[in-house]
């Protein structure tokens, strides 16, 4: 069974930083490409970024409100997801899901999602 | 951007009815199209992708359709656990977009 399972929120200030993790098990997680994806209280979903698996280059990719700010990373050796956020602002408060990208041909969907993590971006 | 417009933003409806919610991209994204509800508190799960294709374990009660930029998700008879707030979502292209939801509620 796969599980994911956020962990690091927390109330931090603004232009401060915090670094999620997501521990991942019940799939090959070297093999995976992951997302973070978050949650304004009360507001819809927003794609944050993405990272590519190792053999498949490890790249990243960002939503724009957050490029430059956030970084994604990933320890293999322990099935575990990085979302790196500096420059904390207001607008960054929300719950944080990791989610795993299962894809299709060309296309992709989010098969399995943590649990979320708050985080709360205040003075 | 790919902006992905859902409507309505909300309905209410009784258990039985059959219901319908549209999507609509700025632009084709082909049938790389994904549908997600989304429970109070809860993550989103997915029901739908590739636009049409239903899920492993989703009830048959729920179908996608439509490719280019019109998209429909279809509830044939609404039960008591689908009351839930549901996205659209787009994979043709980075960033990926979502739709601002459509809230099904209890009439």
């Known amino acids: 069974e796969v599980q994911l399972v956020e962990s690091g929120g927390g109330l931090i200030k603004p232009g401060g930083s915090l670094r999620l993790s997501c521990a991942a098990s019940?799939?090959?997680?070297?093999?995976?490409?992951m997302s973070w994806v978050r949650q304004a209280p009360g507001k819809g979903l927003e794609w944050v970024g993405r990272?590519?698996?190792?053999?498949?280059?490890?790249?990243?990719d960002y939503a724009a409100p957050v490029k430059g700010r956030f970084t994604i990373s990933r320890d293999d050796s322990k099935n575990t997801l990085f979302l790196q956020m500096h420059s904390l602002r207001p607008e960054d408060t929300a719950v944080y899901y990791c989610?795993?990208?299962?894809?299709?041909?060309?296309?992709?969907?989010?098969?399995?999602w943590g649990q979320g993590t708050l985080v709360t971006v205040s003075s | 951007d790919i902006q992905m417009t859902q409507s309505p933003s909300s309905l209410s409806a009784s258990v039985g009815d059959r219901v319908t919610i549209t999507c609509r991209a700025s632009?084709?994204?082909?049938?790389?199209l994904n549908w997600y509800q989304q429970k109070a508190g809860k993550a989103p799960k997915v029901l739908i992708y590739?636009?049409?294709s239903l899920q492993s374990g989703v009830p048959s009660r729920f179908s996608g359709s439509g490719s280019g930029t019109d998209f429909t998700l279809t509830i044939s008879s609404l039960q008591p656990e689908d009351f839930a707030t549901y996205y659209c979502?787009?994979?043709?292209?980075?960033?990926?977009?979502f739709g601002q939801g459509t809230k099904v509620e209890i009439k």
């Open positions: 989610t795993t990208d299962h894809y299709y041909g060309s296309g992709s969907y989010w098969a399995s």
């Open positions: 019940g799939f090959t997680f070297t093999d995976a490409w």
């Open positions: 990272l590519r698996s190792k053999i498949d280059g490890g790249l990243t």
């Open positions: 632009e084709t994204i082909r049938t790389y």
């Open positions: 590739a636009a049409s």
């Open positions: 979502q787009q994979s043709y292209s980075i960033p990926r977009t």
